[in-house]
Structures are given as C-alpha cells and as structure tokens.
C-alpha cells in the first residue's frame, strides 16, 4: 500500500490517543513517521507561523474524520433503508429504531455521530480562522490545497449530518453558544453549496488514486448529489435536477483528468487489495497496523452461526436481496452462504489474486443463509469482504470507505438529466454503463422514463452503502418502501413447506410519513441548547 508524508518536512504520527487529536490520517501518505505531538493544532486560535502548522491542523481533522467514521454509527441512519436491517434483539437497540422509524431523541448513536462531526466542524473552523490573512509565498499551492481540503471537509460534515436530522445549526466560529438558533434546510444546502464551490477552487484537478486527498472532481461530485437532494423533500427546488446534471456532467468530462473511471470488476471494490481504486471520487482510508483500523467491516456482517461468532449487526434484507437482478452486481453485493471451518485458504502464490471460492469449496463445509438458526438473512458482501482474504473472521481491517464513488455520479447524471427534461444519448450511455457492468442488458426509452430507470439503478447499485434511505426521502417514497407489506419479504424460504411465510425481521413500529423522515437531534445537545428542538 502506498502510503505518503502530506509534507515530507514534517514527521507526522502514526497515531495519537483519542482526546489528543489524530494529527496524522494516511489518505495519501508514503511512510509513517514518529513526532512529537503539535500543542495546538486545532486547539487555539492563533495564526498560524508556518506551513508545517497548517499541515499538522489539517491532517488533524483527517485524524477526526477516522475516528468518527471507523465504526457503523457514522452510518447509523443506513438501517432506515428497505436494503439492510439488524438483529432483533442482543445490543442493537440504537440501530433497531433506525430500522424501525421509530429514533428517540435519546439514541447513543446519534448523540455519538453528532458530536464527532461537530468536532470536525469545530477543527475546520479552527483552520479556516488561523488561516486569515496568513500567506506563505514558498509554499502557496500547498497552502492553497490545504485550504480547500477544509472547506471540503466542512461541508461535507454539514451534508452528512443534515442527511440524518434535516435541519441543524451552523457554526462558522469557535464560539460556545447555547442559543444557536437551527437553520433552515435551505440555509443547510446553501452553506455546503458554499463551502464546496470554495473547495472546488481551491483543490488540484486530480490527487492521488481513490482521491482520499478530494480534488476538485471530488467536490463537484458531492454538489451533483447536493443538488440532487435539494430538487427532493424537503425543499423540493425542481431548478435544481439541471444544476445535478451539470454538475454531474462537468465531472465525467474531465474525468481523466481527476483519475475517476469505473472499475471493470465491482467485487475487486471490497477488498483489501482493491481498496484504493478510480470509481472512489472520495475515500476515508484506514490501516490497521498503524492504529486506524475499520471496525465496519468483517465480523459485524454475519451471524452467530459463524464459528468465530458473527456480530450480527448488518444484515441485508431479504426481500430487497431476492428482489434485485441476478448476476455479477449481485454476487458481489451478497454472500448466500457463510464457511463453518474459519477463512477460506488463500492464492498458493501472493501475487495471485485471491482464488474464487468455488476452488476450495470441496475443502470446506459451507452453511445457506436460510439455515441460520438466529436470524435467516442474507449477508453482504460488501461489508463482510470475499472470505478467502480472511478479513471477515476479525473485527478490524484496511478496507476503506467510499464516500461516494463514480457509478453514483453516472447515475445522478442520468436521473437528473431526465427530471431537467435534457436527457440524451450521453445519458442513457451513462445509465447503460452502469447496467453493463451489473451483466444486464441496455435499456431505452422504450422500457421507461431515463429518470425512474436511473433511481431504479441507484436501488440496487448501492445496496449495503447506507444511502438507500437518502433516496427515499428525497424521492418521498419511504412509505412505499417500508409501509404496510412493502418490506414484508414473502420468500421463498417457507413457500414450499407447511411453515409460516417469513416475516420482516424488525417490523416498521413509527410512522413513515415525512414528519418522521428525520432523526431527532440528541437529547443531550437539545438540553443544552433548547432551540435545537424546534
């Protein structure tokens, strides 16, 4: 893996203890290098005295973006989707009630995911402030980048968070203020709108491979899908679907030139191998040696009928799993059947690619999913990793996280080309690529409208990446999704028995109207601060 020094002059951390500010993430690094800790790298505000400094400040909201991010709760909203559930009971109750609309104001996890993206905002803020009226002429273009990766970060904290609770304040400053009043969604969307055309300026046009340092295409790709949301519930400003497809279409013209292409195998995207690729437009990096591991991964994918004991917190649902298309998309969304006998043996030779499962599968007593004692679910791949690499036996690896990959951004350009009425032949190319890749055939206007088609792409192309719910909000289809039968997966599991039909695993218990299409922000910074309750 290559790993680079985001300053060669400065020896930055392989890691620093919780409270102390990670002031070192690898998302384009060369070699772990050991220093002292920086006093105050994102802790005072005083401007800064060197390059250096600003380096270690930057790097230091990397380091919180990892923290936040290295476990499911940043995604806690993702179990609100028709794609993937959790266990009925053991201790997930925080994600149950994702699954189940029915999110107190008390949820851990949502307490947990907001304060770690505030602190990201509090850091950038912190950045952005000593920054003013600081130059260094010897080292302006780096400056320049470092600059724009804040702004990037920031407004991508902003998106992330609003995606789960809708309307939140917005803190520009560092100062304490418990009489912050919450924005309205409009002003949500306009100041990410802001912070990422500022980062769009600021930014190289390409970086390095998988973008964990974001470049321009990078911020440009997060408004495509800003806009698309703002076209949706709640705003439902249908001026904005031509703004996605620009924005959309800017980037796939200069895609080359930021290094973002499709990959021809989408299983090679969840593996260790295949983790830095050109389909991430931004990926969270993680490395497990040097103490910033994924815990997203691996174990927490399967259930207590694995012989090392599943953790049995991602499940994928059954009927959206029988539902989607067969084919290469598939198998590499979903394991059907777990090993009983521990990782699958690896390549005889390590500059192999991993060998298919099917090569050792006489060698190895395998287990369907519908033969799960606890919980009957399929699993997903995508989260549980191919299982000869071995990854999934553990809790930790070096998988990293796509924040947003390039199919999407096809799809985006599709979906809103055809809401703008501008839909052509580049459209319907960009939609059909996607599918081609999926083993499916091309579709035309024959079989429907290019933007139904494209949301119906979207469906199964992001399974188990925690953004199927952020579809049927902005789309008002939550209620179609998880109302009355609509989860109900009615497989055929039972049918050919005398035994009961399959029930969803965690049944809809809150209301799927739009009054509850976003979280309740924590009781603890409603206590704070009662303005957040409006």
């Avoid at 494209?454 to 399974?463: G, H, S």
Wanted: charged residues 20%; contains cysteine.
């Amino acid at each position: 893996m290559k790993i680079y020094n985001r300053n060669k002059s400065v020896k930055t951390l392989v890691a620093i203890c919780a409270m102390a500010v990670c002031a070192m993430t690898f998302h384009s690094c060369e070699q772990f290098e050991l220093d002292e800790v920086p006093g105050r790298a994102n802790l005072a505000v005083e401007p800064y005295n060197s390059i250096d400094e600003l380096e270690l400040a930057v790097n230091g909201i990397f380091g919180k973006l990892n923290k936040a991010a290295w476990m499911t709760t940043f995604y806690v909203n993702g179990w609100a989707g028709d794609d993937m559930t959790t266990h009925r009971e053991s201790n997930k109750a925080d994600f149950r009630e994702y699954d189940q609309r029915n999110v107190a104001a008390t949820n851990g996890r949502s307490a947990t995911n907001w304060a770690g993206v505030y602190a990201m905002v509090k850091a950038a803020n912190t950045v952005i402030i000593n920054s003013e009226g600081v130059d260094f002429p010897s080292a302006a273009a780096r400056q320049k980048e470092l600059l724009g990766q804040t702004y990037f970060l920031r407004g991508l904290m902003f998106y992330h968070l609003a995606r789960v609770h809708g309307r939140i304040v917005l803190p520009l400053d560092l100062e304490i203020d418990f009489e912050r009043e919450l924005a309205t969604q409009e002003e949500v969307y306009q100041q990410i709108e802001s912070d990422m055309l500022t980062a769009e300026t600021m930014l190289p046009a390409k970086t390095n491979v998988g973008a964990s340092d974001p470049n321009s295409g990078s911020a440009r790709a997060i408004l495509a899908r800003l806009y698309l949301d703002w076209a949706g519930y709640p705003v439902k400003d249908a001026s904005k679907y031509a703004m996605a497809a620009a924005s959309a279409k800017q980037v796939m013209n200069n895609a080359g030139t930021h290094g973002f292409a499709l990959v021809p195998d989408m299983a090679t995207l969840y593996t260790v191998e295949g983790r830095f690729n050109t389909e991430s437009i931004f990926t969270i990096a993680y490395c497990a040696s040097c103490g910033l591991p994924n815990r997203k991964n691996g174990k927490l994918g399967l259930p207590s009928d694995y012989t090392t004991q599943g953790w049995q917190e991602t499940f994928a649902e059954i009927r959206y799993f029988e539902d989607m298309p067969e084919g290469p998309r598939k198998d590499a969304t979903y394991h059907t059947e777990i090993p009983l006998d521990g990782p699958l043996p690896g390549p005889a030779d390590p500059d192999q690619k991993s060998r298919a499962t099917s090569d050792v599968a006489e060698a190895v007593s395998f287990l369907p999913w519908t033969s799960f004692v606890d919980q009957a679910q399929p699993v997903f791949r995508k989260i549980v990793g191919p299982f000869e690499e071995g990854t999934f036996s553990g809790f930790q690896s070096d998988r990293n996280d796509y924040y947003m990959r390039y199919a999407e951004l096809l799809l985006i350009y599709a979906e809103a080309s055809g809401e703008a009425g501008t839909a052509g032949a580049d459209a319907w190319q960009a939609l059909n690529d996607v599918r081609n890749r999926a083993g499916l055939a091309d579709v035309s206007a024959a079989d429907g409208t290019i933007q139904d088609l494209a949301y119906l792409e979207r469906k199964w192309e992001l399974a188990g990446e925690y953004l199927r719910y952020n579809d049927l909000v902005r789309k008002e289809q939550v209620e179609a999704a998880l109302g009355g039968t609509a989860r109900d997966p009615r497989v055929s599991i039972n049918t050919l028995t005398d035994q009961p039909i399959t029930k969803e695993t965690n049944a809809i218990i809150g209301s799927t109207a739009p009054s509850n299409y976003f979280a309740p922000r924590p009781q603890p910074e409603v206590d704070r601060n009662p303005n957040l309750a409006n």
